[in-house]
């Protein structure tokens, strides 16, 4: 965050000469919300699927200048959500220069501080922060102290000469220097109860209390949490007490559009080679089929990271062939789709009766979401001569090693009939990588709705 658009004043007769006005961090948040509705700017870029949901109720809670837990499954993007919210802060804000709060040159908090803006008066030098430094996020893990979210005494300082009962003596921890700003807490319910006690005065009373120490600092922060809702709900992790000082709680959700799902997909995953659109959508069914089986433990949900980790997965399958084949164009195919399976069973928790099933529960799934993604886009064609074909005693192999050359060079010739040519404008293949991906799918869709026969081994693949 510099140079770009940075204000010249340094210091605070230079900042009251241009204009400047000081706002609150709630009605900042306010304004900057209202404004991007106002003009019909989206302010929550990259977020899909909350747009009827989760979007108004947090913008209603932002208006409102509360403090707001979500609570959601892994894989919801409640952290994303949480991280978006930097956007509606002005671009840079002025901060007193070296002060361990970031406090306002208009409004100066700690002892420290007000002692060097009486001293100085208008000469008091002006800093500016950029918005992503306003903003601090923490992780709750077990190791995490008191010291670390609202301070200590710092020893050095009382070495120094200064007397314990000096304010001037404390370390501020993360909260109060997150003042002006947002602080998020993720996974609320891991922290100690201890801590989340040691929260109430400061989400509440907006003062900080350490060691015997109760220091009146008008903390002006924006806490924000999310939360399991089996761990919020069930096992009472998150104290009554704290729960209480948020003022709004809001539920995510997955996506429940498939276009959604996919358009998380495309924008979260590194693809390393080319990843067709249906296969994309095959992931995105599957997964969703994943979150509706009763065989896959839905408490612990199914994440959105699954596909963006399958999507990654058969791009590295996709660039891994053409590598050692010496392809020029590297195209994910069907085939492509089970090594993804393979590396991803692990992150799906089953139910306890499903013992031994779990690839059996996988392969089905995998094979309903190809089978629907099939119809959804091939129906209407006419497979009939490439089944003859086929039937005469033609067998077309493909397979992880097998390129997209080899695999076209294959297929039967269906003498006057266009399907092949049909199935590549469908499904928008042209280079040999897409032909091939697009023909397979088609073959992939004939064995599923058994007009043809398929046998696997050996990294092979036989349609016959």
């Known amino acids: 965050m510099t140079g770009v658009n940075r204000p010249i004043a340094t210091t605070v007769g230079g900042l009251r000469a241009s204009g400047h006005i000081h706002k609150t961090l709630r009605a900042e948040l306010r304004d900057n919300l209202l404004g991007a509705l106002r ?6 870029p990259g977020l899909h699927g909350f747009d009827a949901t989760v979007i108004p109720q947090l913008e209603r809670a932002l208006i409102a200048g509360h403090d707001i837990v979500l609570l959601g499954e892994r894989g919801q993007g409640k952290t994303r959500l949480l991280r978006t919210i930097v956007g509606l802060l002005d671009e840079w804000s002025p901060i007193i220069e070296g002060s361990d ?33 306003r903003y601090a996020e923490k992780l709750a893990t077990p190791d995490t102290s008191v010291a670390d979210l609202i301070g200590d005494v710092d020893p050095m300082k009382v070495a120094e000469g200064r007397s314990l009962g000096d304010p001037e003596t404390i370390h501020f921890g993360l909260i109060p220097r997150s003042h002006r700003g947002i602080v998020a807490i993720n996974e609320l319910p891991d922290l100690a109860e201890r801590l989340q006690v040691a929260m109430l005065n400061v989400m509440e009373e907006r003062d900080i209390q350490i060691r015997g120490y109760v220091m009146r600092l008008p903390l002006d922060v924006l806490v924000v949490a999310s939360a399991n809702p089996e761990d ?50 095959i992931l995105a069914r599957f997964t969703r089929g994943l979150r509706e089986s009763s065989a896959v ?9 699954f596909a963006i980790a399958g999507a990654e997965t058969i791009a590295a399958a996709a660039i891994h062939r053409a590598t050692r084949q010496g392809e020029v164009d590297a195209v994910a195919r069907p085939v492509d789709l089970e090594t993804a399976v393979d590396v991803l069973g ?36 006419d497979f009939d001569p490439l089944v003859e074909a086929i039937e005469n005693g033609v067998m077309v192999i493909t397979g992880e090693q097998v390129t997209a050359r080899d ?18 404008a469908r499904l928008g293949a042209t280079n040999d990588g897409q032909r091939a991906s697009a023909i397979e799918l088609s073959l992939e869709g004939l064995y599923l709705t058994r007009r043809i026969s398929k046998e696997s081994g050996s990294g092979e693949v036989i349609y016959g």
Request: glycine fraction near 8%; proline fraction near 5%; aromatic fraction near 6%.
């Open 346 to 381: 692990g992150k799906i928790e089953f139910e306890s009766g499903e013992d031994g099933r779990e690839d059996e529960i996988l392969d089905h799934l995998l094979r309903s979401a190809t089978a629907e993604t099939v119809k959804a886009h091939l129906r209407g064609l």
């Open 297 to 305: 433990d839905q408490r612990s949900g199914v994440s959105a990271r």
């Open 407 to 424: 695999f076209l060079a294959g297929l039967p010739s269906l003498g006057e009939s266009e399907l092949y040519d049909e199935i590549c």
């Open 39 to 44: 003009e019909h700017r989206n302010p929550w």
């Open 101 to 133: 709060l970031g406090e306002h040159p208009y409004d100066p908090i700690t002892t420290a501080s007000m002692r060097r803006a009486a001293d100085l008066g208008d000469d008091l030098p002006v800093a500016w922060r950029g918005r992503d430094e």
């Open 232 to 281: 919020y709900t069930n096992r009472g992790r998150i104290i009554t007490p704290l729960k209480d000082r948020f003022g709004a709680e809001i539920r995510t959700h997955y996506p429940t559009d498939l276009l959604d799902e996919v358009a998380i997909i495309r924008q979260e995953s590194e693809l390393m080679a080319e990843v067709p659109g249906y296969l994309v959508e």
